[in-house]
């Protein structure tokens, strides 16, 4: 153990596929990958283009470089409808929602564990024998 708390955002490799990036990039009419642009930095800069606009889903695609039937943009989807839900603000900017919005998915996928201690600790407080 490195004592590392590992980062929930999954990030892209570098140069994997960018297909769905340069498409919408196109599609939309925003800039294509400058010089000295890296995947990573290209991929951030137009997720965060399209979700300012509104577009959701293509914002999730372009993270990713990826359609949404090719999967891996769901996870992402499904933290931005979570935290509509639950009418939660992070108050970040648009480049930065969709790493939110991913975490948000994580989180609202993660399996519901039971906290033992607590329930434990508040049943010895509940036991019925109160002395009032």
Known sequence: MSGEI?????EP????GITATINH????????????ENAKAFRARISGALREKGHMIEAHEAWTG???DQGDTSIGILGSVAMKMKGVDFGTDDGTLVGDEI???H????PKRRNDYTLL?????M???DQH
């Not at 490799?13 to 994997?16: A, D, H, K, M, N």
């Not at 990039?25 to 000295?36: I, K, N, S």
């Not at 989180?107 to 993660?110: E, F, K, P, R, S």
């Open 127 to 129: 036991d019925g024998n």
């Open 6 to 10: 590992p980062n929930p955002v999954q």
């Open 103 to 105: 975490a948000a998915g």
């Open 13 to 16: 490799e570098e140069e994997e």
């Open 66 to 68: 990826k359609y949404f």
């Open 107 to 110: 989180l609202a996928n993660a």
């Open 25 to 36: 990039a196109y599609d939309f009419g925003l800039p294509l990958r400058q010089e000295g």
């Open 121 to 125: 600790l508040f049943a010895l407080f």
